[in-house]
């Protein structure tokens, strides 16, 4: 496929799966459940910070995770005591246990208070074509609390190579202004044009065999030449092509 052809194909494939359709299948139905932007930014980043491995078992726990902090996240965050943390204790998500889930509340309330909250700390350290270096400096803040060490796994780095996958889709989520009802787009001081698509193992083998990535790794590195190459197709929202990727490598085994 010319270029021309190629943009056509993943146009039509992003039509097809960037649709209500795809939420009943994917964690960004977390943050679907709420309608305070503070709620929805909380659940969308505890959900997206466990999403790897088996999908339903993903919803599950991020479920369970709301239930846990009584489906009021941004109240949780903001005047929990102590001893409401103990509740949390038992949680398990693959590695992010019951400690890991209350340093995340701990790190979350810090900057709330301390640092404008979510979208402020993000916006302040954007560039003026990516959001990676924001994540990088995000990661900073989050740990500059008194934390386990094992918890920093929890949150990537791209300064340090990783994709950063989780972080870059909850970021779509937060700042992609989408008219299909999929991603939420309650961030509006960061362009959908600086976000970088979220590569997994799915995404990264549809986008080497369609040409727009070469590097084998999925890393940060293979995330700057696929964001290249999706940016050329549409400059303004290339993360939309995340949907087309995906759905390509998950539901048509392409």
Known sequence: MNKSELKSFLDEKVLQYNTL?????????????????????????????????????????????MDLIGNSPYDFVMNHQEHHLEKLENFVHRTFNGQDFVSFIKSLQNIYTNHGGLEATFTKHQETDSIQNAITEFKKVFFEINHLTRTEKHVSDPSKNSSSKRINMWLRWNCRQDTKGVDLGIWKNISPSKLSCPLDVHSGNVARKLGLLSRVQNDAKAVAELDANLRLLDPNDPVKYDFALFGLGVFEKF
């Open 21 to 65: 359709d795809f939420i009943e299948s994917d964690p960004v139905q977390i943050p679907h459940l709420f309608s305070q932007k503070e709620d929805i930014e909380i659940a969308g980043f505890l959900s997206a910070t466990i999403a790897w491995g088996n999908r339903k078992m993903i919803i599950q726990n991020s479920h369970k995770m």
